[in-house]
Nanobody, 117 residues
Framework: VQLQASGGGMVQAGDSRELSCKASVSGVSFNTYNMGWFRQAPGKEREFVAA???????YYRGSVKDRFTISRDNAKNTVYLQMNSLKPEDTAVYYCASGGESGYEYWGQGTQVTVSS
């Protein structure tokens, strides 16, 4: 599986941004993968942001719940992260990941999101 994340950029606090992650898969259908978004801010550990299972169940870290929405379009092999009411503390490199029951096995290259106050 190859993952290509896009959509990052510089925004102001309160703005919205949508990230996309397109998967290139072979042998196994995209709709069998759990998909997740993670982020890593400078000097900090990578942290979980949101996930959507192959059954479309969603999970969020507390600080983004009610502001971010993860979704997937299986026909396009793409997962999205809609980010609203962005805050400076959301500034990070955002990574998408895919995997199964054993965890996330595949990672994209990351896309930078910078939120200015």
């Amino acid at each position: 599986v190859q993952l290509q994340a896009s959509g990052g950029g510089m925004v102001q606090a309160g703005d919205s941004r949508e990230l996309s992650c397109k998967a290139s898969v072979s042998g196994v259908s995209f709709n069998t993968y759990n998909m997740g978004w993670f982020r890593q801010a400078p000097g900090k550990e990578r942290e979980f942001v949101a996930a959507i299972t192959w059954t479309a169940r969603t999970y969020y870290r507390g600080s983004v719940k009610d502001r971010f929405t993860i979704s997937r379009d299986n026909a396009k092999n793409t997962v999205y992260l809609q980010m609203n009411s962005l805050k400076p503390e959301d500034t990070a490199v955002y990574y998408c990941a895919s995997g199964g029951e054993s965890g996330y096995e595949y990672w994209g290259q990351g896309t930078q999101v910078t939120v200015s106050s």
